[in-house]
């Protein structure tokens, strides 16, 4: 939900939706800051306030208001956007695990389940709120509240929805109705000691724990949130990032750069489908890195990931990840045997990136492993000598010293070791060269040919 930062009097409201807060904020001045689904790391520690509602009169005034719209605004909410909406309906919007709440995607029903969240709801913030307040008994409540302030502030009375005479009331519902509103909002009913609607308790749900990473999702336009604010605290458990799967939908890698983060965030997400949130994490710190070296909870949250869960994270990511963290190891390491292991891996790929460039951009397509022999072997500059295809020991003896140096240990071996072995499960230079060797040599192509193939591609004959 929106949070908002005022001073003179220094205060954090947390306004959840239907609950007297549009009036609560036309009587407060001098807002200084707001933020949506999270209280931001940069705010003073003052004093916060939230008010609450019964979840049955709640729920009804926001089927109200999504079906006649609102007296005192224009725009939006001035009309009924669902006119034809039920309480069953809505039910089952709150209900429907596909709808998000928070804000990515916008349209009415999205925009129901949001106004619909239980009111305990961690996305709501009220576990932050040192006041709460009853909207039952809202003016005489905030009044006690202001002089506690020091404060004279008149509550004006505002929100309130249209259709007074056709309103859904609670003598509206059926059983089954006030059944499911128990259970949705157990919580509310229970933390906030409203009775329930029904003389049956339901059963005891498992609490909704607080999202580690609420900007991720919650991003209104037009608001600048810090980089600091953009990750999760760097003290978060990072056991629920690798338990969390990536849903987003399969996509193409994305090369782009946005110049806001949490879009940009969103843009890398469809490359870590079915993987573990924290390697889609782990990327996004190393894109705030790239953009500030310095930023000193990037920094936390890196070390944190790669010291406390590298080694089963390597496996996850692709190499395009595993240089990037290699690269990020020679950016902010202290250690220096960290620094020389990650340079390592990224020599290593990086140099097969620009073999492979090569020869995808300046040379024929040659599809299946090559069967003629175009050149012989021999020098190739500065002392350094062809490999010898059948029967050259040069790889299995450089993935031999490769395997004893990384064994030793270190933060950043997992990652140079995966990077080694998708050098040789991929279709590279290090794999053609091993599937040559061990076979019939290919078959020399003749000098006239060498010299008509060299014609047709503009170079010099060997």
């Excluded at 933020?35 to 003073?44: L, R, T, V």
Aim: aromatic share 8%; proline share 6%.
């Amino acid at each position: 939900m929106t949070n908002f930062l005022y001073r003179q009097p220094d205060l954090i409201f947390i306004h959840i939706h239907k609950t007297g807060g549009t009036s609560i904020r036309a009587a407060l001045r001098n807002r200084q800051d707001w933020a949506g689904g999270y209280i931001p790391h940069d705010w003073p520690k003052v004093r916060s306030l939230a008010v609450t509602r019964n979840p049955v009169s709640r729920f009804l005034s926001t089927i109200n208001m999504f079906r006649f719209g609102r007296t005192d605004i224009e725009g939006y909410y001035a009309t009924g956007q669902l006119p034809d909406l039920t309480a069953e309906q809505a039910l089952d919007v709150l209900e429907d695990p596909a709808i998000p709440f928070d804000r990515r995607v916008s349209n009415e029903l999205a925009n129901l389940k949001h106004h619909l969240l239980p009111q305990t709801h961690p996305f709501n913030c009220i576990q932050h709120a040192d006041t709460l307040l009853r909207f039952e008994n809202l003016d005489e409540e905030f009044r006690k509240f202001c002089d506690e302030l020091g404060m004279s502030i008149q509550l004006p009375h505002v929100g309130a929805s249209r259709g007074e005479d056709r309103k859904l009331r609670q003598s509206d519902l059926t059983p089954r109705d006030l059944e499911r509103i128990a259970h949705n909002y157990q919580r509310d009913f229970e933390q906030l000691g409203y009775a329930f609607p029904t003389d049956t308790v339901p059963e005891a749900t498992e609490p909704v724990s607080e999202d580690p990473w609420p900007t991720l999702r919650f991003h209104l336009k037009g608001k600048t949130v810090a980089a600091r604010d953009r990750l999760p605290d760097p003290n978060a458990d990072l056991s629920r990032f690798l338990a969390e799967t990536v849903t987003a939908g399969p996509g193409k890698t994305w090369a782009g750069r946005a110049r806001d983060l949490t879009e940009h965030f969103n843009q890398l997400e469809p490359e870590f489908h079915g993987r573990p949130r924290l390697a889609h994490l782990l990327a996004c710190v190393i894109v705030v890195l790239r953009r500030d070296m310095d930023d000193a909870a990037a920094r936390k949250i890196f070390h944190r990931i790669v010291t406390e869960h590298g080694a089963a994270l390597a496996g996850e990511l692709n190499i395009r990840w595993l240089t990037s963290v290699c690269d990020t190891f020679m950016d902010v390491s202290d250690d220096a045997e960290v620094r020389a292991t990650a340079m390592a891996g990224s020599l290593l790929a990086n140099t097969v990136k620009l073999a492979e460039s090569e020869r995808r951009l300046f040379q024929p397509n040659l599809p299946g492993k090559p069967e003629i022999q175009f050149g012989r072997g021999g020098p190739l500059f500065d002392g350094m000598i062809t490999f010898w295809v059948s029967n050259g020991d040069m790889i299995d003896n450089l993935l031999a010293r490769c395997a004893r140096t990384l064994d030793t240990g270190g933060i950043a071996a997992p990652f140079v070791a995966e990077i080694v072995a998708k050098l040789l499960e991929f279709n590279t230079v290090w794999r053609r060269m091993i599937e040559r060797q061990d076979k019939p040599a290919p078959t020399a192509a003749s000098e006239d040919m060498i010299r008509e193939i060299a014609k047709l591609l503009g170079q010099r004959a060997p």
